[in-house]
Nanobody
Framework: VQLQASGGGLVQAGGSLRLSCAAS????????IGWYRQAPGKQRELVAT???????NYADSVKDRFTISRDIAKNTVALQMNSLKPEDTAVYYC??????????WGQGTLVTVSS
C-alpha cells in the first residue's frame, strides 16, 4: 500500500470530519501531498495541498473551513474539515508527488454531508 486514506463518513451539515492519509513504500521523498475530491457527475478537483517547505494551496470553496497539515517524518497528511456543506459530498482522494515528479493516488474515502 502506498497511500492509505481514512476518516470519511456521514455527517450533518455544519459538522466536522478529519481525513488522514499515510504514505508508505514510496522510495523517493514526497514534495507535495494533499487532497482532491470528486463528486458524482463532476470532475476531480483540488481541495488542498501542502509542499515539503510548508506552502499550502486551498480551493476557494474550502478556504476558512478546511485545514491541511503534514507530518514529514511520518509521511502523513491530515485534512480537518469544519462547517461542512452538502456540496462537500464527494469521494476524497489523497495525492502525493515525489521530488522526481512521480504521482501517486490513494484509494479514496467517501464523505457524505446531509442537509
Amino acid at each position: 500500500v502506498q497511500l492509505q486514506a481514512s476518516g470519511g463518513g456521514l455527517v450533518q451539515a455544519g459538522g466536522s470530519l478529519r481525513l488522514s492519509c499515510a504514505a508508505s513504500a514510496i522510495t523517493f521523498s514526497i514534495n507535495r501531498i494533499g487532497w482532491y475530491r470528486q463528486a458524482p457527475g463532476k470532475q476531480r478537483e483540488l481541495v488542498a495541498t501542502i509542499t515539503r517547505d510548508g506552502s499550502i494551496n486551498y480551493a476557494d470553496s474550502v478556504k476558512d473551513r478546511f485545514t491541511i497539515s503534514r507530518d514529514i517524518a511520518k509521511n502523513t497528511v491530515a485534512l480537518q474539515m469544519n462547517s461542512l456543506k452538502p456540496e462537500d459530498t464527494a469521494v476524497y482522494y489523497c495525492n502525493a508527488v515525489t521530488v522526481i515528479w512521480v504521482l501517486y493516488w490513494g484509494q479514496g474515502t467517501l464523505v457524505t454531508v446531509s442537509s
